[in-house]
């Protein structure tokens, strides 16, 4: 039976929606089951999720039907957005708590058309970091370390996608605030925005007004989703290099157990395991290199959002409505920001533990001297640990982290003093 164009199109999005919530399904069955394994990396879910979205512009996807125009059509949008915004902020300018929701959110709009216009110019060499770590994660072989192998990428799994999930549910709550505001204040759009020939007045144009809430209603729910799940992948990328530096560990603890005194394994399990240490160096430089720009762009803007929105929230702290939303994305800025920092600081402690798997693994009394002058190489690339950062900016750690809040706090001082 010929399959009706109706029914193609239901297939189509029915694999597209199975294709976004499959890590969620994965997060279950791990969750219930302490022997199953991932059947891929987090960012590997991610990168499906972006797909399934559309906007996920690598060589492969450019070429399938509509999906270039669709790529113009959601740039087209977020520029659309980001002006009518920015145009609004003049219309700010006597109320300093309209002015700071104002510049918050143009911050955040700024923020998304980056990562959109990165996304068209990387995604290929986003590719080859996430098949790369598709490489790592199927790089241990069957033996003793099996059982720790697979309890490390079951912990970092469920460690990663729980963060993940924390995440959207709070950016689930801010997109019901954005939308229902409206409905619950005097404002007339999710945002605060202008058009030419006041199109947004509901008063004057009742019919562009709805369609432009609408389409305000469009660009929240998908570009803050795509943003959720942009920003889950690379933050998952640099977790994923922490999980294959633990998987190391285990292996390198387990050696002199799966060789069991055999010498000529031993020089080949020793020449795998540092192959596969110089391939998670390698990476880990790639993805500094891929993700330098956006590092930095994520610093800068996690600075401004939570020091505006923390001092929006004091002065709003009367009008428990707009207070609420600030409060929120404060929330969602310091979770962004944690999150980098918090995997980061994982990946460089991760790094310095392998010089002690390693010493664990030598044996002066089994090997050659080149299997012992390998180890000892390991143990000499350890001793520096390696670190998610961008130039000139510091890396991303818990300790900069708090300097970090420590400056927010220090600005909003200011702030507050000044408006006094």
């Not at 902020?89 to 510049?103: A, H, K, M, N, Y």
């Not at 229902?180 to 009742?206: E, G, K, N």
């Not at 069991?260 to 020089?267: A, H, Q, T, V």
Request: glycine content about 4%; overall charge negative; some cysteine.
């Amino acid at each position: 039976m010929v399959e009706q164009p109706s029914e193609r199109v239901g297939l189509g999005l029915s694999e597209l929606w199975k294709n976004f919530i499959e890590v969620f399904f994965e997060f279950a069955m791990i969750y219930k089951s302490e022997d199953e394994c991932p059947k891929h990396t987090v960012p590997y879910f991610n990168r499906q999720q972006l797909k399934a979205m559309g906007f996920y512009p690598n060589s492969e996807e450019r070429r399938m039907p509509g999906r270039r125009t669709w790529h113009q059509v959601a740039l087209i949008k977020a520029m659309i957005f980001f002006y009518s915004t920015c145009y609004a902020v003049f219309e700010s300018l006597d109320d300093i708590v309209e002015l700071g929701r104002d510049l918050a959110f143009i911050i955040a709009a700024f923020f998304i058309i980056f990562k959109l216009i990165y996304f068209l110019l990387y995604a290929d060499k986003v590719d080859e970091v996430i098949d790369g770590l598709e490489e790592c994660y199927r790089w241990e072989r069957k033996g003793p370390a099996a059982a720790g192998v697979r309890s490390e990428k079951r912990l970092h799994f469920l460690y990663n996608i729980g963060m993940q999930s924390i995440w959207v549910i709070f950016m689930v709550v801010f997109i019901i605030l954005l939308i229902s505001t409206p409905l619950l204040t005097q404002q007339d759009l999710p945002f605060h925005a202008s058009y030419p020939f006041h199109l947004h007045d509901p008063s004057s144009h009742p019919t562009t007004h709805i369609l432009i809430y609408l389409s305000q209603c469009f660009d929240i729910v998908y570009f803050l989703v795509w943003l959720v799940s942009t920003e889950g992948m690379s933050v998952a990328i640099y977790s994923q290099l922490t999980a294959a530096l633990s998987v190391l560990c285990v292996e390198f603890r387990h050696l002199q157990q799966v060789c069991n005194g055999d010498e000529d394994l031993l020089r080949r399990e020793i020449t795998r395991l540092v192959r596969f240490h110089q391939k998670i160096i390698s990476l880990v430089d790639r993805c500094n290199e891929v993700f330098h720009a956006p590092l930095i762009m994520q610093m800068i803007v996690n600075f401004l959002l939570v020091s505006l929105s923390v001092f929006e929230a004091m002065m709003a702290r009367h009008d428990p409505k707009v207070a609420g939303q600030f409060i929120v994305l404060m929330i969602l800025a310091l979770g962004h920001l944690s999150m980098w920092s918090k995997f980061g600081d994982m990946m460089s402690q991760e790094s310095l533990e392998v010089a002690e798997a390693a010493y664990a693994a030598y044996d002066p009394n089994v090997g050659s001297k080149g299997s012992h002058k390998d180890i000892r190489l390991v143990i000499l690339r350890s001793q520096e640990p390696l670190i998610m950062r961008a130039s000139p900016f510091p890396a991303f750690n818990m300790i900069n982290y708090m300097a970090i809040l420590n400056q927010c706090y220090g600005i909003l001082t200011l702030l507050l003093n000044t408006m006094e």
